[in-house]
């Protein structure tokens, strides 16, 4: 029988987009748990449910995308991912335990910018290469960029994000592949600075939406249906309020 070795299972055979696709793991499986603590998330999990819930917010977009291109999951694959993220988790955990709400507020606003233009990244290239069209790999990009965010919602019986109003989670995921698909397949750029492009477009949106207050616009209403909306915060308002309070 041939020895079982590190390399059988894939540990040593990142390439460059498995490094990417390892990011967008990583980063959405620490979201994945500061959601779940949130008081709009949390249902009195316990430990182990936060770490669930922070691997379906890591890796779930990513199993589903290779499902849709007809690959095996990359965690079956890849042991990084289940090792990376519950790292995450535990990194998660502790920043909630030692912080304050408003802290933790502008943390998650940060990272969910930051962390949504890697999925969008790699689930577009993951089409290109099962040879689908262009608009086939935005598709797929938003999927698994989005797929995480929607387990958890619907875990915590909360309304998907994707479905409600926030500033342009879905667009940006949108304009991130878009970015990229250009980038590569109009351009001729490689991969790597076609990924700086695409995150820095995508980043640079959602980042920008937060700060401002941009949001998607919502069909006209009768006053009354608007009445007990929370209060919704730019990006750093939280940050800002943690500080001012330990000033």
């Known amino acids: 029988m041939t020895p079982l070795i590190f390399s059988q299972y894939g540990i040593w055979t990142l390439g460059t987009m498995g490094v990417i696709s390892l990011i967008a793991a990583t980063t959405n499986a620490f979201n994945g748990a500061l959601l779940a603590r949130r008081p709009d998330h949390y249902k009195h999990f316990t430990v182990i449910g936060i770490v669930i819930l922070a691997y379906a917010g890591g890796i779930g977009g990513g199993i589903i995308r290779d499902i849709l291109v007809n690959k095996i999951p990359s965690p079956l694959e890849n042991p990084w991912y289940l090792i990376t993220c519950l790292t995450a988790a535990g990194v998660a955990l502790l ?16 990272m969910t910018a930051f962390s949504l233009p890697w999925y969008a990244i790699v689930g577009a290239q993951a089409a290109l290469d099962a040879h689908l069209g262009y608009i086939a790999a935005i598709i797929i990009g938003v ?12 875990a915590c019986q909360v309304v998907p ?52 207050g941009w949001e998607e616009w919502e069909p006209w209403e009768p006053p009354d249906l608007k009445t007990g909306e929370k209060a919704r915060h730019a990006l750093g308002v939280g940050l800002q309020s943690e500080f001012d309070d330990h000033a």
């Open 95 to 110: 920043i909630d335990y030692n912080s304050e709400q408003k802290f933790k507020d502008g943390l998650f606003q940060f």
């Open 143 to 154: 999927i698994a960029t989005s797929a995480g965010r929607w387990i958890i919602d619907v």
């Open 161 to 212: 994000k994707q479905l409600v109003r926030g500033e342009f989670f879905v667009l940006a995921a949108v304009l991130t592949g878009a970015a990229y698909v250009l980038s590569t397949q109009a351009f001729g750029i490689s991969v790597v600075p076609a990924t700086a492009i695409a995150f820095v477009v995508g980043f640079g949106f959602r980042l920008i939406s937060q700060a401002l």
